[in-house]
C-alpha cells in the first residue's frame, strides 16, 4: 500500500482531500499535516511515498519542506499541490517539486497525478539510484550554452525565438522548460510537446528567473576521471538523433513529442555523468574495452540502463507520457506493443540511424545490420524501409 502525505496549514483544504479521496483510503495509506514542521515530523515516524504539499504555509513553505524532503528522504516523490504561482515561484519550485498541481482541483486530477508518479517509482525498482535521482532537481547544462542563455536574457532585445533556440540546443534545459511548462501552475489544457511552444508559454520572466536560478540551470562540470567531451558527445548525439526523428513518417500530431522524446532519450547518460562519475568511468572503460554498446554494461554493472533512469526521472517531471515511454524503451522497444509507426519506434530507429552514423561518417552504403537490430527491426515491421530511413538520416548532415 502506498504512503501519502499531505500538508497544507489549512484545516478545510485537508478535509477537502479527504472526502475527495475517500474512496482510495484502501489502496492509500494517508496521512494529513497541518505544517513543514508536522510533515517532517510525520516522515521521521516513517517512510512516505508521496508528499503532496501547498506551496504558502507559514514559518516553513512548501519549497523549503520539500527541500528539506529531498535532502534527507529522496525516495520520496514531490508534488506542489497550490493555488499561487508566480515566476519567482516557479524557479524555486522547480528544483524541489517533481510535479505541479494547481487549485482548485479534481479528484481524477489528483488521483492521476498521484498515480502516475507512484507508476514512475515503480519503473525503476533499484532503491540506490531512486535515491540518487531522488536528490536532482536539475541537470547539468553545457557551460556554452548555459552563458549564451544568461546573455540573451539579459539583452532587452532578445526575442522569444531567440530564447528558444538557445534552449533546444540544450536537452538538460528542455526537458526543464518542459517539465514546468506541461504541470498544472499554468493550467493549459494540453500537454506541450514542443520546446518552442513550452518557451512561448513560459514567457520571457519567467525564463529569466530560470536561467539566473543556478538551483534549476547549472553548469556541466565532469567528475574525475570523465573525459572532458562526454557531455558534448551526449548532447550532439541527442540533437541529431532529434533532426532523424523529425524526418522520419510519424503521425503529424505526433511530430512534436517524437522530437522531444529523441531529443531526451539519453538524458539517462548525462545524468549517469554528473551524478555518478566514477561508475560511469568504469561503465566507459568496460564498454570500450568489449566493444559493445553502454547499454548493456549499465544493465550488467547497475540492473537497469540510462534509458530507464533518464525516463523515470523524466516521467516524475511530467514530461508527456508517450515520450517518457519511448525513452524508457529505446534499446529494448519489442517489450511494448506498438501499433504502426508510433514514437517508440521512430525514437528507437533515430538512435540506431545516428549511431550507424557516428560509427561511418562517410556514408551508409552497403553497412550490414546488426543481427539483433535487424530482428528487432522485424519484429517492429520496418525492415523492409531501413534503406530509406538510413537515407533520410544522411539528410541531416555531420
Known sequence: MKRILFVDDEC?????????????????????????????????????????????????????????????????????????????????AASVAHRFIAKPCDAYQLQSTIERVCVQQDLLCIPAIRRIIGKVGQLPSLSRTYKNLAAAVRDPNASIARIAGIIEQDIAMSAKVLQLTNSAFFGLARTVASVSSAVSYLGMDAIKNLALASAVFTVFVPGIG?????????????????????????????RDTVAVAALLHDIGSLFLASAMPDTYCSIIALGSERGCPLFEVEEELLGTSHAEIGAYLLGLWGIPNLAVEAIAHHHHPTRIPHSEFDTSTAVYIADILVHELEAQPRGLAGLEIEESVRATLETLGVLPRFAEFRALALQTGN
Open 12 to 92: 478545510k483544504i485537508l478535509d477537502g482531500i479527504r472526502r475527495m479521496l475517500h474512496a482510495d483510503r484502501k489502496r492509500w495509506d494517508m496521512q494529513f499535516a497541518l505544517s513543514g514542521e508536522d510533515a517532517l515530523l510525520a516522515l521521521e515516524q516513517g517512510p512516505f511515498d508521496v508528499v503532496v504539499t501547498d506551496m504558502r504555509m507559514p514559518v516553513m513553505n512548501g519549497a523549503t519542506l520539500l527541500g528539506h524532503i529531498r535532502d534527507r528522504y529522496p525516495d520520496t516523490a514531490r508534488i506542489v499541490l497550490s493555488g499561487y504561482a508566480d515566476a519567482a515561484l516557479t524557479a524555486r
Open 226 to 254: 570523465i573525459p572532458q567531451s562526454v557531455c558534448a558527445s551526449i548532447q550532439k548525439h541527442s540533437l541529431r538523433a532529434a533532426a532523424v526523428a523529425s524526418l522520419l513518417p510519424v503521425e503529424r500530431s505526433s
